[in-house]
Structures are given as C-alpha cells and as structure tokens.
C-alpha cells in the first residue's frame, strides 16, 4: 500500500545551496538533497486501485507554468520545534495549484487536509531540539539569498513508511503547460 503525496521537486542547483545550511543544530536529523521536495497535498496510505484513480486524475490539471521562491529558513512546532523549513513565498499560482489539487482528492472521497497549506521545503526533522538551539541556528543560517525557479510540472511522490526524509520516489509527473 502506497503512500503518496503530490509536490514540487527542487531542482538540483537549489537543493545544493539548501544543503550548504545544514549542521550545527544538536538533535537535527537532515534531510538528503535528493529528497528535498515542496508538498502540495499529502495523500496517506493507498491501496493499488485508488492509486491509479488519483494518477489518472491529476492529468486533468491544466495549468501554466510558475516560479516558485524560497527565501529563508524557519521552523515548525512553536515550543516544541519538530521541523527547520526553507520557506517558500505564498504566490498565487502556487496557492491555486495547490487548491485544485485539495478539490481533486476531496471528490474522490478523501478527508480535507487538516492543516492550512503553507508552502516550505522541509531540510531536517528535530528530535529535542531546544527552543534556544533552534533560535541560535536560525540566527547564524537563517538568511540566503532568494532563490527562485520556475515549477514546469508537479509529481506524484510515493514513500515508504519510514522516520521521514524519504526516500521519495516519482510514480508520475503532470507538466504544467496550459
């Protein structure tokens, strides 16, 4: 049984300047750069049918081309920080994508996503990691330069059920073209 996910992949060039930020953070387990990735809409566990059921459908979007822009890092989990993200700028396109792609999973039968989208490129997962570590981190590698790329398809990702950080792999690809 499958667990899928859609997303945006980080190309190569970007995901190595996301990788320079890595260390120094006690507790932090990174993510590798071939699994950097910005998730539009976590799917769950699948079974085989419903699987291609949601392949076939996601050829029905029909939408153009857009950049994306990362710019800084932050954190998830407020006193209990769980995740160091690089954050991506919330544009239109990328918001209404990502819409289209909650109307689709719902229509199938899906539950809503419960949590409100906030477009990031997750870099590590944290495990007792201190408020003041994470601060202190964020205050030395917070900062890189925007770094901005035009999304030209998005991807249909597979995991295995696993401690986060992958590995992912691409069941299929939608080129965004309309």
């Given amino acids: ?9 980080i190309p190569a060039e970007i995901g190595q300047t996301l990788s320079n930020l890595r260390g120094g953070l006690p507790g932090a387990r990174w993510i590798d750069p071939e699994n950097y990735h910005l998730t ?7 079974d085989g049918i419903a699987a291609n059921e949601i392949a076939s459908m996601l050829f029905r979007v029909n939408r153009k081309p857009f950049e994306v822009a990362l710019q800084g890092l932050s954190s998830f989990g407020g006193k209990k920080p769980r995740a160091v993200v ?13 819409a289209e792609l909650e109307r689709l999973m719902q ?4 539950d809503p996503e419960g949590r409100k989208f906030t477009p990031h490129v997750t870099l ?7 408020n003041q570590d994470v601060a202190d981190y964020l205050s030395v590698r917070g900062y890189f330069p925007t770094r901005v790329f ?4 998005f991807v249909l990702f597979s995991s295995r059920a696993s401690t986060g950080g992958g590995p992912y792999v691409v069941e299929d690809s939608y080129t965004l073209s309309a």
């Fill in 150 to 153: 035009t999304a030209q398809r």
């Fill in 107 to 110: 229509r199938i039968g899906l």
């Fill in 86 to 98: 690089a954050q991506v700028v919330p544009s239109r396109p990328l918001i209404e994508l990502q």
């Fill in 1 to 9: 049984m499958p667990r899928l996910f859609t997303g945006l992949e």
């Fill in 124 to 130: 590590a997962r944290l495990r007792d990691a201190s």
């Fill in 40 to 46: 539009l809409r976590f799917i769950g566990d699948i």
